[in-house]
């Protein structure tokens, strides 16, 4: 980067540690250490809610996503506007009425203890492997900028976000989040401008969409019902319902942000207003890497994005790498030539266009196993694709920034899971005792889950697709923890033995599906959901039926 970008870099970063630590300052009880003394507005409330759930993942993955498999990714949200709907009816009411400082102290009182723990360990165990993977998104570029080792990255990416967490706890992260959510929606605004202004002068906006068609990645809306497609807009519909109310609605990370807000109707606009926005934002995310497709029909782009790594592989076998790259420059030339063609609209040419776009396709992928073979298991390059358009593309400044938002991304969801993982602990776990300890407690804990989240992003290299990961990983959890809330609410004469053993039984049907490819991952959270449903539902008719069968 050149001293501007790293003027821009520094200086932002550090300006966001110092706002969270100036608006951290002034915690005296466990309520404004671990709620913020529920003073939130709506819009703190809407912003940590968004800033919690789009991380560096977000935008530093989807454009990749976008890249790689098309717009279809978008059609996982296409459920979330109906989740809000329910949370704000059913969740918030619920929650504030009861008080709590985690979502699983409610089930204490509805059912048991034991229900409240299986599923605060439940949520621990998911949200712990989810803030791992989120901690290492930003390390690639940390690890880029710096060339340094990326699990070194790790470990300075997850400790420096603690300066401001451990000191300032829920105040801090609501209002970095705050701050940091806008910045980050400028940056990206202006990174798809400088995208659409820098198109080569041949190519229009139109042009560029209608490249992006041809090669098959504006597929938005894909109607066709089948349980192992993983995005269309069936498993978006359902298995992105069920999704979002699990995470909205159950998962602390997300719970912690709106029981923040003064009432129950700051909390309900935030959480409305954020199903109506989350859609074209995500969309806007997904365009700019779908029209990286078009712009790199044109203009020379690698054949594996992320540098260091195919650095390493030709330094392991030279000859091999030089054959695949040499294929690759010809292949590009055909590509760009053919690219001219349909821009000239020259009848034939999109057929040409769509046959060398997918000898790419396949070079890429030829090359991913390149790497493999020689012994390196980062062969996946999604993560990296937007990353290299911002390294080559952007003006100076605008790239210290971006790659400053995607770090600022990162925090503020890392902060969100790191103080949700030590409140649920400390709350569930624990107790609360209503004193000074508690803070001191929290801090400890908040502590000990920043370490565990860092030794699991670790594991993270050898992930591809992190957007795509983490809401896997999410998945494998989310459905039995909402069915548990479900059966709460809605299934009245069941107990707590009956929701205990349902979420067990939940939990391994999900894994089991999940292990021999039954269906796509939306749908394990639809299974997850209506295991315990149907198991408590069952179970507590045949608790009712069972005092007559005695009586004959």
């Known amino acids: 980067m050149s001293p501007l970008d790293w003027g821009v870099f520094l200086i932002t970063l550090s300006g ?62 296409f459920g979330l506007p109906l989740a809000m709907i329910v949370i704000s009816v059913v969740f918030i009411p619920m929650f504030r009425r009861f008080n709590v400082y985690t979502a699983y102290e409610f089930l204490e009182q509805r059912f048991d203890r034991r229900v409240r723990l299986v599923t605060s360990v439940l949520f621990l165990l998911s949200r712990g492997l989810s803030t791992g993977i989120s901690i290492y998104a930003p390390s690639i570029i940390v690890a880029t900028l710096l060339d340094m080792n990326i699990y070194a990255t790790n470990v300075i990416v997850g400790g420096l976000l603690l300066v401001y967490t451990l000191s300032g706890g829920a105040r801090s992260v609501a209002y970095t989040q705050t701050l940091m959510f806008g910045i980050i929606l ?69 719970v912690g942000r709106f029981i923040t807000g003064k009432n129950i109707r700051e909390s309900r606009i935030g959480l409305l207003v954020n199903g109506v926005v989350k859609i074209p934002m995500q969309y806007g995310i ?32 030279s000859s091999g790498s030089a054959a695949l790259e040499q294929k690759w420059g010809a292949a590009s030339t055909a590509l760009a030539k053919t690219a001219d063609g349909v821009l000239a609209r020259r009848q034939g040419a999109e057929q040409e266009y769509r046959a060398a776009y997918d000898s790419t396709v396949r070079l890429r992928a030829e090359y991913r196993t390149f790497v493999r073979s020689t012994g390196i298991m980062e062969s996946n390059d999604t993560n990296y694709i937007f990353l290299h358009y911002v390294r080559t593309m952007l003006p100076a400044g605008l790239i210290g920034l971006i790659f400053a938002v995607v770090i600022m991304a990162s ?20 107790g609360i005792t209503e004193t000074e300890s508690d803070i001191r407690a929290a801090r400890w804990h908040t502590l000990l889950w920043a370490v565990f989240g860092i030794a699991m992003s670790m594991l993270a290299t050898q992930m591809g697709s992190l957007i795509e990961a983490v809401n896997i990983l999410g998945s494998l959890f989310y459905g039995p923890i909402l069915g548990i809330f479900l059966v709460a609410f809605f299934v009245r004469k069941a107990n707590g033995t009956d929701v205990f053993r349902g979420a067990i039984v939940a939990e391994v049907l999900v894994v089991a599906f999940w292990i021999f490819n039954v269906v796509s991952f939306l749908w394990l959270n639809v299974v997850g959901t209506l295991a315990v449903v149907i198991y408590c539902y069952v179970s507590s008719a045949n608790h009712r039926e069972a005092p007559a069968q005695s009586a004959r």
């Open 16 to 77: 966001v540690m110092w706002y969270g630590l100036w608006r951290g300052r002034g915690n005296r009880t466990a309520d404004d250490y671990l709620r913020a003394g529920q003073s939130m507005p709506w819009y703190s409330v809407l912003l940590g809610v968004m800033a919690t759930q789009a991380s560096a993942i977000t935008f530093l993955s989807a454009p990749g996503q976008a890249f790689t498999d098309g717009m279809r990714f978008v059609q996982y949200y």
């Open 186 to 254: 400028a940056s990206m605004l202006a990174a798809g401008y400088f995208l659409v202004q820098g198109l080569p002068l041949n190519m229009s906006m139109s042009d560029a969409l209608y490249l992006t068609d041809i090669a098959g990645k504006f597929n938005v809306i894909t109607t066709t019902f089948d349980l192992h497609d993983k995005y269309n807009i069936w498993s978006g519909l359902i298995g992105g319902f069920f999704l979002a109310l699990s995470y909205f609605g159950t998962d602390q990370s997300q």
């Open 286 to 317: 997904l365009l700019i890497g779908a029209l990286l497709v078009a712009l790199y029909s044109v203009v020379p782009s690698p054949i594996f994005f992320n540098e260091s790594v195919a650095a390493r592989a030709r330094y392991a076998d």
């Open 411 to 430: 925090w503020g969801s890392i902060s969100a899971g790191f103080h949700s993982l030590a409140t649920a602990s400390v709350v569930d776990l624990r």
